[in-house]
């Protein structure tokens, strides 16, 4: 199986293939598509979607025969991202593991078992709730202000993909996103989650985005070295 590096030499265990970059990854996502992995039991793997047919992150995860939530209820019929946020807050207060993963059902693939590295590799970043991170700044306007952003390297903007931490702090800062919901003085025209989510995050030294890519590899803007079995993503 090839290994998949990120731009700092990580071999990265989640790859989310957002917007177009899933077609130019195809021979990726084929491959890893098929691929089993395992799944600490002290981590819950919880994302959403309406179409199982088209949801690839559960369709790996049943492969594997690993457990996962959908949070989304069965009975909704229009969808828009926010209501993620609503979902998950929801899943989470119903979450007892130590530690929850959330992730886009559509887009996202394990690339390796998350396992006590996993968890230890995230503990060493100091954070508690840890996001994808990207090289686009969607919506494209200035939503947060990170000091010496460009210093950051070329995957400076938070991506709400996929967001790991434990369960409580999660659950803590996902209640928060969600009361931005209600807010009428928040222009939304996308109906993103990504901005309120950014907009929570400005400023909360609590969280943070895998500006290295050591845990999460974002595909979109990038480009792939084929290296014998392992590819490298800038």
Known sequence: MTKILSHT???????????????????IVEAYSAKKVEISPRISVITAFTNKDKAITALQLELSSMPYVNACPADVKVWTNILKIKFYVEALEQTTSEYSLLVDGYDVLFFRNLDESFIQKFEELKTKVLFNATKNNHPNMEIDFVENRAALGA????????????????????????????????????????????????????????????????????????????????
């Not at 030499?9 to 021979?27: C, L, P, R, T, W």
């Not at 931005?180 to 990504?194: A, F, G, V, Y």
């Open 9 to 27: 030499g990580n071999e990265v265990y989640i790859g989310h293939f957002q917007g177009n970059a899933m077609k130019k990854s195809m021979d």
């Open 155 to 234: 995957f400076k903007y938070l991506n709400a993909g996929v967001v790991f931490g434990k369960t409580s702090d999660l659950l803590k800062f996902y209640k928060k996103v969600l009361e931005l919901t209600e807010r009428k003085d928040i222009m939304n025209p996308w109906n993103s989650e990504q901005l309120l989510i950014r907009i929570a995050a400005n400023g909360n030294s609590d969280v943070s985005f895998d500006h290295q890519c050591i845990l999460f590899q974002t595909f979109s803007k990038t480009e792939k070295t084929i290296c014998g079995n392992t590819v490298i993503i800038v």
